[in-house]
Protein backbone atom coordinates (compact mmCIF):
# COMPACT_ATOMS: atom_id res chain seq x y z
CA UNK A 1 0.00 0.00 0.00
CA UNK A 2 1.10 3.62 -1.04
CA UNK A 3 0.52 7.10 0.54
CA UNK A 4 1.13 10.45 -0.35
CA UNK A 5 0.75 13.45 1.84
CA UNK A 6 0.80 17.09 1.58
CA UNK A 7 0.10 19.98 4.33
CA UNK A 8 -1.30 23.36 4.23
CA UNK A 9 -1.74 26.04 7.19
CA UNK A 10 -4.47 28.59 7.23
CA UNK A 11 -5.12 30.98 10.56
CA UNK A 12 -8.44 31.30 11.02
CA UNK A 13 -10.93 32.78 13.98
CA UNK A 14 -13.63 30.50 15.68
CA UNK A 15 -15.89 29.86 18.42
CA UNK A 16 -17.78 26.62 19.76
CA UNK A 17 -21.28 26.29 20.58
CA UNK A 18 -21.95 23.82 23.21
CA UNK A 19 -20.13 22.53 27.11
CA UNK A 20 -16.95 23.82 26.14
CA UNK A 21 -15.81 26.22 28.51
CA UNK A 22 -13.33 28.61 27.30
CA UNK A 23 -13.37 27.38 23.72
CA UNK A 24 -17.08 29.07 23.34
CA UNK A 25 -15.38 32.64 23.22
CA UNK A 26 -14.14 33.18 19.84
CA UNK A 27 -10.53 32.53 19.53
CA UNK A 28 -7.87 31.30 16.70
CA UNK A 29 -5.54 28.86 15.76
CA UNK A 30 -3.01 28.51 13.48
CA UNK A 31 -4.85 25.24 11.63
CA UNK A 32 -2.60 22.70 9.93
CA UNK A 33 -4.09 20.66 7.19
CA UNK A 34 -2.94 17.87 6.59
CA UNK A 35 -3.88 15.44 3.34
CA UNK A 36 -3.00 11.66 2.70
CA UNK A 37 -4.16 9.25 -0.15
CA UNK A 38 -3.66 5.88 0.05
CA UNK A 39 -3.85 3.53 -2.81
CA UNK A 40 -2.41 -0.18 -4.52
CA UNK A 41 -0.94 1.00 -7.61
CA UNK A 42 1.66 3.61 -8.89
CA UNK A 43 1.48 4.99 -12.45
CA UNK A 44 3.73 4.13 -15.19
CA UNK A 45 5.61 7.50 -13.87
CA UNK A 46 5.58 5.93 -10.60
CA UNK A 47 3.46 8.33 -8.38
CA UNK A 48 0.33 7.04 -6.60
CA UNK A 49 -0.93 10.59 -7.37
CA UNK A 50 0.30 13.74 -8.74
CA UNK A 51 1.55 15.71 -5.50
CA UNK A 52 1.41 19.06 -7.03
CA UNK A 53 -2.04 18.29 -8.53
CA UNK A 54 -2.94 17.42 -4.77
CA UNK A 55 -0.89 20.49 -2.79
CA UNK A 56 -2.46 22.88 -5.54
CA UNK A 57 -6.47 21.46 -4.30
CA UNK A 58 -5.40 21.52 -0.98
CA UNK A 59 -3.68 25.29 -0.97
CA UNK A 60 -6.95 26.17 -2.34
CA UNK A 61 -9.11 24.92 0.33
CA UNK A 62 -6.42 26.26 3.14
CA UNK A 63 -6.99 29.83 0.80
CA UNK A 64 -10.87 29.76 1.00
CA UNK A 65 -10.65 29.75 5.17
CA UNK A 66 -7.27 31.99 5.56
CA UNK A 67 -8.17 34.77 7.86
CA UNK A 68 -11.37 34.36 8.55
CA UNK A 69 -13.85 33.64 11.12
CA UNK A 70 -14.90 30.14 10.28
CA UNK A 71 -18.23 31.01 11.96
CA UNK A 72 -18.71 33.10 9.18
CA UNK A 73 -18.03 31.30 6.33
CA UNK A 74 -20.79 30.60 4.29
CA UNK A 75 -20.19 26.66 3.47
CA UNK A 76 -19.63 26.51 7.27
CA UNK A 77 -23.26 27.72 8.31
CA UNK A 78 -25.14 25.65 10.80
CA UNK A 79 -21.76 23.64 11.32
CA UNK A 80 -20.50 24.03 15.28
CA UNK A 81 -16.99 24.69 13.91
CA UNK A 82 -14.96 21.77 15.68
CA UNK A 83 -11.74 20.63 14.18
CA UNK A 84 -14.14 17.06 13.65
CA UNK A 85 -16.30 20.07 11.46
CA UNK A 86 -13.88 21.50 9.22
CA UNK A 87 -11.89 18.47 8.51
CA UNK A 88 -15.92 16.86 7.46
CA UNK A 89 -15.61 20.04 5.38
CA UNK A 90 -12.65 19.53 3.51
CA UNK A 91 -12.91 15.79 3.39
CA UNK A 92 -16.19 16.29 1.55
CA UNK A 93 -14.57 19.11 -0.80
CA UNK A 94 -11.29 17.26 -1.58
CA UNK A 95 -13.31 13.46 -2.64
CA UNK A 96 -15.40 14.02 -5.45
CA UNK A 97 -12.09 14.71 -8.15
CA UNK A 98 -10.32 11.86 -6.10
CA UNK A 99 -12.89 9.55 -6.85
CA UNK A 100 -12.18 6.56 -9.59
CA UNK A 101 -8.95 7.31 -9.94
CA UNK A 102 -8.15 3.61 -8.43
CA UNK A 103 -7.37 5.18 -4.80
CA UNK A 104 -8.31 3.66 -1.92
CA UNK A 105 -8.92 5.90 1.00
CA UNK A 106 -8.99 9.96 1.99
CA UNK A 107 -7.74 11.52 5.32
CA UNK A 108 -8.00 15.08 6.44
CA UNK A 109 -6.29 15.74 9.78
CA UNK A 110 -6.88 19.49 10.78
CA UNK A 111 -4.47 20.53 13.75
CA UNK A 112 -5.60 23.53 16.15
CA UNK A 113 -2.43 23.52 17.44
CA UNK A 114 0.43 21.15 17.93
CA UNK A 115 -0.73 19.41 20.86
CA UNK A 116 -4.77 18.97 18.95
CA UNK A 117 -6.00 17.41 15.83
CA UNK A 118 -9.15 15.96 14.58
CA UNK A 119 -8.90 13.81 11.56
CA UNK A 120 -11.42 12.17 9.11
CA UNK A 121 -10.37 8.84 6.97
CA UNK A 122 -13.04 7.40 4.84
CA UNK A 123 -12.94 5.20 1.88
CA UNK A 124 -12.73 6.49 -2.05
CA UNK A 125 -14.32 3.62 -3.06
CA UNK B 1 -13.78 7.07 10.49
CA UNK B 2 -13.15 10.11 13.15
CA UNK B 3 -9.46 10.35 15.23
CA UNK B 4 -8.78 12.95 17.84
CA UNK B 5 -5.54 13.59 18.69
CA UNK B 6 -3.86 15.18 22.19
CA UNK B 7 -0.12 15.45 23.28
CA UNK B 8 1.89 15.71 26.09
CA UNK B 9 5.46 16.13 27.47
CA UNK B 10 7.41 15.07 30.63
CA UNK B 11 11.39 14.93 31.01
CA UNK B 12 12.21 11.32 33.06
CA UNK B 13 15.17 8.93 34.04
CA UNK B 14 15.06 5.72 33.14
CA UNK B 15 17.65 2.49 32.10
CA UNK B 16 16.78 -0.55 30.45
CA UNK B 17 17.44 -3.92 31.85
CA UNK B 18 19.20 -6.30 28.90
CA UNK B 19 21.29 -6.37 26.10
CA UNK B 20 20.68 -2.60 25.04
CA UNK B 21 24.66 -1.11 25.03
CA UNK B 22 24.35 2.52 26.36
CA UNK B 23 20.56 2.63 27.17
CA UNK B 24 21.30 0.59 30.09
CA UNK B 25 22.75 3.47 32.12
CA UNK B 26 20.63 5.94 33.26
CA UNK B 27 19.64 8.65 31.19
CA UNK B 28 16.98 10.36 30.35
CA UNK B 29 14.17 12.00 27.81
CA UNK B 30 12.02 14.78 27.16
CA UNK B 31 9.34 11.86 26.29
CA UNK B 32 6.12 13.21 23.98
CA UNK B 33 3.14 11.44 24.69
CA UNK B 34 0.90 11.33 21.92
CA UNK B 35 -2.49 9.91 22.04
CA UNK B 36 -5.55 8.84 19.66
CA UNK B 37 -9.13 7.83 19.99
CA UNK B 38 -10.83 7.07 16.98
CA UNK B 39 -14.88 6.32 16.02
CA UNK B 40 -17.28 6.22 13.59
CA UNK B 41 -19.68 9.01 14.63
CA UNK B 42 -19.66 12.17 16.06
CA UNK B 43 -21.91 13.60 18.93
CA UNK B 44 -24.97 16.26 18.13
CA UNK B 45 -22.51 19.09 19.20
CA UNK B 46 -20.07 17.62 16.67
CA UNK B 47 -17.16 15.71 18.38
CA UNK B 48 -15.82 12.49 18.63
CA UNK B 49 -14.85 13.25 21.83
CA UNK B 50 -14.33 16.36 23.80
CA UNK B 51 -11.28 17.30 23.46
CA UNK B 52 -10.66 19.05 26.23
CA UNK B 53 -11.71 16.37 28.82
CA UNK B 54 -9.41 13.74 26.98
CA UNK B 55 -6.11 16.09 27.53
CA UNK B 56 -6.95 16.59 30.94
CA UNK B 57 -6.52 12.81 31.45
CA UNK B 58 -3.59 12.78 29.18
CA UNK B 59 -1.68 16.01 31.39
CA UNK B 60 -2.35 13.88 34.59
CA UNK B 61 -0.28 10.76 33.30
CA UNK B 62 2.58 13.07 32.24
CA UNK B 63 2.37 14.69 35.41
CA UNK B 64 2.84 11.21 37.26
CA UNK B 65 5.82 10.46 35.37
CA UNK B 66 7.38 13.96 35.33
CA UNK B 67 10.92 14.74 36.97
CA UNK B 68 11.06 11.01 37.99
CA UNK B 69 12.92 7.99 37.31
CA UNK B 70 10.64 5.57 35.51
CA UNK B 71 12.92 2.82 37.26
CA UNK B 72 11.59 4.37 40.73
CA UNK B 73 7.95 4.75 40.12
CA UNK B 74 5.44 2.24 42.41
CA UNK B 75 3.39 1.53 39.44
CA UNK B 76 5.96 0.49 37.04
CA UNK B 77 7.84 -2.00 39.21
CA UNK B 78 9.68 -5.15 37.65
CA UNK B 79 8.96 -3.50 34.27
CA UNK B 80 11.96 -2.95 32.06
CA UNK B 81 11.10 0.89 31.27
CA UNK B 82 11.40 0.29 27.63
CA UNK B 83 9.50 2.71 25.13
CA UNK B 84 6.73 0.02 24.69
CA UNK B 85 6.21 -0.50 28.27
CA UNK B 86 5.75 3.16 29.17
CA UNK B 87 3.00 3.24 26.13
CA UNK B 88 1.30 0.12 27.54
CA UNK B 89 1.28 1.67 31.38
CA UNK B 90 -0.42 4.63 29.63
CA UNK B 91 -2.79 2.69 27.72
CA UNK B 92 -3.70 0.69 30.30
CA UNK B 93 -4.60 3.98 32.49
CA UNK B 94 -6.09 5.97 29.83
CA UNK B 95 -8.35 3.23 28.61
CA UNK B 96 -10.66 2.16 31.10
CA UNK B 97 -12.96 5.29 31.67
CA UNK B 98 -13.01 5.85 27.43
CA UNK B 99 -15.00 2.19 27.08
CA UNK B 100 -18.23 2.18 26.55
CA UNK B 101 -18.73 5.60 24.79
CA UNK B 102 -19.17 4.62 21.24
CA UNK B 103 -15.21 4.45 20.50
CA UNK B 104 -13.56 2.07 18.47
CA UNK B 105 -9.79 2.24 19.16
CA UNK B 106 -7.16 4.22 21.69
CA UNK B 107 -3.52 4.78 20.63
CA UNK B 108 -0.73 5.54 22.81
CA UNK B 109 2.46 6.76 21.37
CA UNK B 110 5.40 7.64 23.50
CA UNK B 111 8.35 9.74 21.48
CA UNK B 112 12.29 9.30 23.57
CA UNK B 113 13.31 11.66 21.10
CA UNK B 114 12.13 13.49 17.89
CA UNK B 115 13.73 10.44 16.29
CA UNK B 116 12.41 7.41 18.14
CA UNK B 117 8.81 6.01 19.62
CA UNK B 118 7.23 3.19 20.62
CA UNK B 119 3.32 2.99 20.52
CA UNK B 120 0.37 0.73 21.56
CA UNK B 121 -3.12 0.69 19.65
CA UNK B 122 -5.61 -1.50 20.77
CA UNK B 123 -9.79 -1.67 20.66
CA UNK B 124 -11.88 0.12 23.05
CA UNK B 125 -14.86 -2.37 22.29
CA UNK C 1 -0.54 -3.82 18.63
CA UNK C 2 2.75 -2.49 19.05
CA UNK C 3 4.97 -0.18 16.71
CA UNK C 4 8.41 1.14 17.35
CA UNK C 5 9.53 4.07 14.95
CA UNK C 6 12.74 5.46 13.86
CA UNK C 7 13.42 8.62 11.47
CA UNK C 8 16.79 9.38 9.84
CA UNK C 9 17.85 12.26 7.29
CA UNK C 10 19.95 12.84 4.08
CA UNK C 11 20.46 15.41 1.54
CA UNK C 12 20.07 14.58 -2.29
CA UNK C 13 19.80 15.93 -5.28
CA UNK C 14 16.92 14.22 -7.69
CA UNK C 15 14.81 15.55 -10.70
CA UNK C 16 11.78 13.29 -12.54
CA UNK C 17 11.20 12.69 -15.90
CA UNK C 18 7.85 12.87 -17.16
CA UNK C 19 5.02 15.67 -16.63
CA UNK C 20 6.16 17.08 -13.42
CA UNK C 21 7.22 21.20 -14.44
CA UNK C 22 9.95 22.37 -12.40
CA UNK C 23 10.16 19.27 -10.60
CA UNK C 24 11.70 17.96 -13.96
CA UNK C 25 14.81 20.61 -13.20
CA UNK C 26 17.79 19.01 -11.33
CA UNK C 27 16.53 19.81 -7.69
CA UNK C 28 17.12 18.55 -3.77
CA UNK C 29 15.73 18.01 -0.64
CA UNK C 30 16.67 17.41 2.85
CA UNK C 31 14.69 13.76 2.94
CA UNK C 32 13.77 12.71 6.17
CA UNK C 33 13.08 8.63 6.44
CA UNK C 34 10.73 7.37 8.98
CA UNK C 35 10.32 3.76 9.57
CA UNK C 36 7.78 2.11 11.31
CA UNK C 37 7.56 -1.66 12.54
CA UNK C 38 4.20 -3.17 13.72
CA UNK C 39 3.45 -6.34 15.64
CA UNK C 40 1.66 -8.07 18.23
CA UNK C 41 3.93 -9.20 20.91
CA UNK C 42 6.43 -7.87 23.11
CA UNK C 43 10.03 -9.62 24.10
CA UNK C 44 10.37 -10.77 27.40
CA UNK C 45 12.85 -8.00 27.77
CA UNK C 46 9.83 -5.67 26.67
CA UNK C 47 10.39 -4.35 23.40
CA UNK C 48 8.62 -5.26 19.66
CA UNK C 49 11.89 -4.99 18.17
CA UNK C 50 15.77 -3.69 19.31
CA UNK C 51 15.23 0.13 18.17
CA UNK C 52 19.47 0.33 18.09
CA UNK C 53 19.07 -2.55 15.82
CA UNK C 54 16.96 -0.71 13.62
CA UNK C 55 18.17 2.48 13.63
CA UNK C 56 21.46 1.36 12.45
CA UNK C 57 19.61 -0.65 9.79
CA UNK C 58 17.88 2.90 8.64
CA UNK C 59 21.08 5.05 9.23
CA UNK C 60 22.86 2.64 7.08
CA UNK C 61 20.26 3.52 4.11
CA UNK C 62 20.23 6.94 4.92
CA UNK C 63 24.19 7.34 4.78
CA UNK C 64 24.36 5.27 1.12
CA UNK C 65 22.02 8.24 -0.31
CA UNK C 66 23.39 11.63 1.61
CA UNK C 67 24.79 13.83 -0.36
CA UNK C 68 24.25 11.90 -4.08
CA UNK C 69 22.37 12.76 -6.94
CA UNK C 70 19.62 10.12 -6.98
CA UNK C 71 19.11 9.78 -10.48
CA UNK C 72 22.37 8.65 -10.78
CA UNK C 73 22.87 5.90 -8.01
CA UNK C 74 23.21 2.99 -9.24
CA UNK C 75 20.84 0.90 -7.50
CA UNK C 76 17.71 3.36 -8.69
CA UNK C 77 19.15 3.17 -12.07
CA UNK C 78 16.13 3.30 -14.64
CA UNK C 79 13.63 4.40 -11.75
CA UNK C 80 11.86 7.76 -12.04
CA UNK C 81 13.34 8.93 -8.76
CA UNK C 82 9.64 9.80 -7.16
CA UNK C 83 9.61 9.59 -2.91
CA UNK C 84 7.41 6.54 -3.73
CA UNK C 85 10.24 5.37 -5.73
CA UNK C 86 12.12 6.01 -2.79
CA UNK C 87 9.91 4.33 -0.28
CA UNK C 88 9.60 1.16 -2.66
CA UNK C 89 13.58 0.98 -2.31
CA UNK C 90 13.97 1.74 1.05
CA UNK C 91 11.28 -0.91 2.02
CA UNK C 92 13.07 -3.64 -0.33
CA UNK C 93 16.34 -3.29 1.49
CA UNK C 94 14.99 -3.20 4.70
CA UNK C 95 12.57 -6.18 4.42
CA UNK C 96 14.47 -9.27 4.12
CA UNK C 97 16.29 -9.49 7.77
CA UNK C 98 12.87 -8.33 9.59
CA UNK C 99 10.88 -11.20 7.78
CA UNK C 100 10.65 -14.16 10.28
CA UNK C 101 10.74 -12.28 13.53
CA UNK C 102 7.56 -12.22 14.19
CA UNK C 103 6.18 -8.52 12.95
CA UNK C 104 3.22 -7.86 11.14
CA UNK C 105 3.90 -4.80 8.77
CA UNK C 106 6.81 -2.25 7.80
CA UNK C 107 5.69 1.21 6.49
CA UNK C 108 8.71 3.49 5.08
CA UNK C 109 7.40 7.16 5.11
CA UNK C 110 10.16 9.82 2.64
CA UNK C 111 9.87 13.08 3.22
CA UNK C 112 11.09 15.27 0.39
CA UNK C 113 9.76 18.40 2.69
CA UNK C 114 7.71 18.95 5.58
CA UNK C 115 4.79 19.55 3.89
CA UNK C 116 4.99 15.92 1.48
CA UNK C 117 5.70 12.63 1.68
CA UNK C 118 5.46 9.11 -0.12
CA UNK C 119 5.11 5.74 2.29
CA UNK C 120 5.11 2.58 1.65
CA UNK C 121 3.44 -0.03 3.91
CA UNK C 122 3.37 -3.53 3.55
CA UNK C 123 3.17 -6.86 5.47
CA UNK C 124 6.25 -8.85 6.20
CA UNK C 125 4.42 -11.92 7.10
Redesign the interface.
Known sequence: ????????QFEAAHR??????P?TRTHGHTYRMEVILRGER?SD????Y???EL?SAVEDIAASLHYRDLNDVPVLAG???????V??YCWERLAPPLRGRGLDALTV?VWES?????????SLA
Do not use: C
Request: glycine fraction near 10%; charge should be negative.
Open positions: MYEVYVAALVGDFGALEGVLDVGRVNTTAEAADRPQVYAARED
